[in-house]
């Protein structure tokens, strides 16, 4: 993680600690001052919340988009030693590659839904036992 977004992380996490707090302050004071309106948060505590939902996800993708570091750590992986600066990619997994081998499995794609027992018809798998068990 860089430097860069671990600041933003940490003041993301402040600000949205200190809007909280904040709000729980009104709140109390809302209610020790018996008011019969309910009156919403104050624009500044919302104003600091939603800056601190913009720069933890800004830190996020700052960490996950803009690293210039390396991902992975080759030489554990794969023995070899490698330069540090090399970024590594993961190669692509191809759907029809996967279905084709289950297909070879006699798997289909739905049966993991179809086999759930809340959607399982009991009455109707008793019927086909019991003529299974009667053809045997």
Excluded at 43 to 63: G, H, M, P, Q, R
Excluded at 106 to 126: H, I, P, Q, T, W
Aim: charged fraction near 20%; aromatic fraction near 14%; charge should be neutral.
């Amino acid at each position: 993680m860089s430097l860069k977004s671990t600041i933003l992380y940490v003041l993301g996490i402040f600000f949205m600690l200190h809007s909280a707090y904040s709000a729980f302050s009104f709140n109390q004071y809302l209610k020790a001052s018996l008011s019969l309106n309910k009156p919403t948060l104050p624009n500044d505590i919302k104003f600091e919340l939603i800056l601190s939902a913009i720069l933890i996800v800004y830190a996020t993708f700052e960490n996950v988009l803009f690293n210039t570091g390396n991902v992975y750590n080759y030489e554990i992986v794969t023995g070899e030693k490698k330069p540090v600066t090399k970024k590594l990619k993961l190669n692509s997994i191809y759907m029809n590659q996967i279905t084709a081998e289950d297909e070879k499995l006699g798997k289909c794609v739905f049966d993991e839904l179809e086999n759930r027992s809340c959607y399982m018809d009991v009455a109707e798998r008793r019927a086909e036992f019991e003529k299974w068990f009667n053809n045997q």
